[in-house]
T-cell receptor, first 111, second 114 residues
Framework: AQSVSQHNHHVILSEAASLELGCNYS??????LFWYVQYPGQHLQLLLK??????LVKGIKGFEAEFIKSKFSFNLRKPSVQWSDTAEYFC?????????FGAGTRLTVKP | DAGVIQSPRHEVTEMGQEVTLRCKPI?????LFWYRQTMMRGLELLIY????????DSGMPEDRFSAKMPNASFSTLKIQPSEPRDSAVYFC????????????FGQGTRLTVV
């Protein structure tokens, strides 16, 4: 069965710092990859997605992610975080069977 | 479209009682997912339906949990009897085509079993 690993459980950054959240998955076939964001008290919302083509995907609010097939990774990045980026971030992988989510990474941005 | 609609938003119940969570997916979406979110276990897929048919219920924790989808616009997740360890936020999500589009989530139901 496919699985998704997010290595950082809680990340604390100051405003303007750069962000990179790790995501690795285990699945041998073709995958579709997603990053979702959950702001405090709210539901999950799509941040960006990768299906095919350019492995560098740009999403909303200045986020981007890079798919590295050889490393089974789909890391999320943002050059300069803002206080409003405080949220929980979930990586998700769909390999044709079901959509599996990572455990999530809680990001706290200090003003 | 109003999005995925879940009810109730909050539910507090006593241990041993039956709890029913409801979900209305986005019209035209043929996949529906039930997830449970806890601090300890993160986001877990419980079950998903395709065209109202349960496809994979291997994530359902035990026989106390059951889910139905009697038609394309309605699904329920039932816990009977409920236990304190069932306390969590339960999310329903729907998508148009498995894996090729994103899943749209409802606001969730926060369940507290005392």
């Amino acid at each position: 069965a496919q699985s998704v690993s997010q290595h950082n459980h809680h990340v604390i950054l100051s405003e303007a710092a750069s962000l990179e959240l790790g995501c690795n998955y285990s699945y041998g076939g073709t995958v579709n990859l997603f990053w979702y964001v959950q702001y405090p008290g709210q539901h999950l919302q799509l941040l960006l997605k990768y299906f095919s083509g350019d492995p560098l995907v740009k999403g909303i609010k200045g986020f981007e992610a890079e798919f590295i097939k050889s490393k089974f990774s789909f890391n999320l990045r943002k050059p300069s975080v803002q206080w409003s980026d405080t949220a929980e971030y979930f990586c998700a992988v769909n390999g044709g069977n079901d959509m599996r989510f990572g455990a999530g990474t809680r990001l706290t941005v200090k003003p | 479209d109003a999005g995925v609609i879940q009810s109730p938003r909050h539910e507090v119940t006593e241990m041993g009682q039956e709890v029913t969570l409801r979900c209305k997916p986005i019209s035209g979406h043929d996949y529906l997912f039930w997830y449970r979110q806890t601090m300890m276990r993160g986001l877990e897929l419980l079950i998903y339906f395709n065209n109202n048919v349960p496809i994979d219920d291997s994530g359902m924790p035990e026989d106390r949990f059951s889910a139905k989808m009697p038609n394309a616009s309605f699904s329920t997740l039932k816990i009977q009897p409920s236990e304190p360890r069932d306390s969590a936020v339960y999310f329903c999500a729907s998508s148009q085509t498995r894996g090729y589009t994103e899943a749209f989530f409802g606001q969730g139901t926060r369940l507290t079993v005392v």
